[in-house]
């Protein structure tokens, strides 16, 4: 006697396998936000521009720059302000500055 049921169960299998393949990559695909990983990296680059330019004066000048206006003014420094915010803190002209920039 003939049954048709094992190639309807590899059938079945195919179809539940693909589907999980599907799934996991869609599942993926939602985790690598693509944005999230230029902005990050656009974030960076702003602090090490920052901190370069900081870095310049010092060695320049001998004192580190009060302010980010300073920088902006004197050694060409242009940050993005529409979508970061930095903030630069110097404690001391001879202490380097603490610089965080965030997203808004």
Known sequence: ???????????????????????????????????????????QAIRDAVRRGALQCYAVEGVYPPDLQYLEDNYGLQINTEDFYVTYEAFASNLPPTIRVTRR
């Open 1 to 43: 006697m003939y049954s048709d049921y094992a190639p309807r169960r590899r059938r079945l299998l195919f179809w539940a396998i693909l589907l999980l393949l599907l799934v996991l990559l869609l599942f993926l695909f939602i985790r690598m936000d693509p944005g999230r990983d230029l902005s990050e990296s656009s974030a």
